[in-house]
């Protein structure tokens, strides 16, 4: 399977913490998106990394990508209620296709 | 003014009958896609058009059959629905299908109930 799995599953922080996801693909890649997902509503595109990037920063999130060991972060910091969503990774170029695959999620939960 | 718009928001129906959701987007893109969300939250890619073209076909029952009016524009059909069709069907579009054009925008989707 090309699926990406982020780990964890489901995190429970206090606001003013910062957030931290990972996901792990299993081959070559020409990107890596991270999206989020509001309860019932579609997703979000929030950053786009490349294969040639080790990091990349946008307002308070920041990720990484080794490609090394196939594998990304996404840092939220000083998390906000409003930052409770359920976020995914996603991949293009996996075995030579370009559609992207999408990992299953990291489920948020910013408590106030 | 919405982006990517898909209609019906909620659709429930028996099993058996036929459905139709529509999808329209006013980015200008040139590609546009299906996914599926199954009750565990995991988004799987069905078609996806360019320019009105199929340049992605998974392997999705033959019952599920698209159409690209125009390239604004992907509509999803289904026949003879069952009850594991039940999911959040999700519309995207983006800029191009190569990786270096394909951040995508997605609809707020259609929840599909199958009773």
């Known amino acids: 399977s090309q699926q990406g799995e982020e780990d964890p599953q489901a995190l429970s922080i206090q606001e003013g913490e910062n957030a931290t996801m990972n996901c792990s693909y299993k081959?070559?890649?020409?990107?890596l998106q991270w999206y989020r997902q509001n309860s019932g509503r579609g997703l979000v595109h929030l950053i786009l990394?490349?294969?040639?990037?080790r990091e990349k920063h946008s307002g308070r999130l920041r990720v990484t990508l080794d490609t090394s060991k196939k594998s990304s972060s996404l840092l939220i910091t000083a998390s906000r209620a409003a930052d409770t969503a359920s976020y995914f990774c996603a991949t293009s170029g996996q075995g030579g296709s370009e559609k992207l695959v999408f990992g299953k999620g990291t489920k948020l939960t910013v408590n106030p | 003014d919405t982006a990517v718009s898909q209609t019906p928001k909620y659709l429930v129906t028996q099993m058996g009958n036929d459905k139709s959701i529509k999808c329209e987007q006013n980015?200008?893109?040139?590609?546009m896609y299906w996914y599926k969300q199954d009750s565990k939250k995991f988004l799987k890619i069905m078609f996806s058009?360019?320019?009105?073209?199929?340049?992605i076909n998974e392997t999705v029952p033959n019952r599920f059959s698209p159409k690209s009016p125009d390239k604004a524009h992907l509509n999803l059909h289904i026949n003879s629905l069952e009850l594991g069709d039940s999911a959040v069907y999700f519309c995207a579009s983006s800029q191009g299908p190569i990786y270096f054009k394909n951040i995508q925008y997605f609809g707020a989707g259609t929840r599909l109930s199958v009773l």
């Open positions: 081959t070559s890649i020409n990107n």
């Open positions: 058009y360019n320019n009105k073209e199929l340049i």
């Open positions: 990394i490349r294969s040639n990037e």
């Open positions: 980015l200008g893109h040139d590609t």
